[in-house]
């Protein structure tokens, strides 16, 4: 077994979509919340984010939040109105900045 751990140093830089909080049943035409939580780490005071919410692969809503160093995580809320009956795949993606030490965490 190997085990790895990360700091949170300024040397390092990541933005990670770290959870999603959701009901998993979306009843058709009614609003939905994804409350999502964004963790930025390494970057300059106030360095725009945009958090991006997808649906089947297309994106339906961006918001952008500013990153904080004395408050690393932040909750960004999204609605959804379901326009179809059936499943989906909603994702939701922060950018990534340059450096991002992993950027495959970036989205959920």
Partial sequence: M????FTETADLTDVAVTHIAHNPFAYHLNVATLDATVRATGL???T????????????????????RAKQPE????FELV???VGPR???????????????????R
């Avoid at 190997?2 to 751990?5: G, I, K, M, N, Y």
């Avoid at 649906?55 to 809503?61: H, M």
């Avoid at 795949?89 to 989205?107: F, K, M, Q, W, Y």
Wanted: no cysteine; hydrophobic share 35%; charged share 20%.
């Fill in 74 to 77: 932040q909750s960004v809320r």
């Fill in 89 to 107: 795949v909603v994702t939701i993606r922060a950018s990534a900045p340059p450096g991002d030490l992993l950027p495959t965490n970036n989205e």
């Fill in 48 to 67: 725009p984010i945009e958090v991006t919410l997808f649906e089947e692969g297309q994106p339906i809503a961006t918001q952008v939040i500013h990153a």
């Fill in 82 to 84: 379901p326009r179809r």
């Fill in 44 to 46: 300059g005071e106030h």
């Fill in 2 to 5: 190997h085990a790895f751990t």
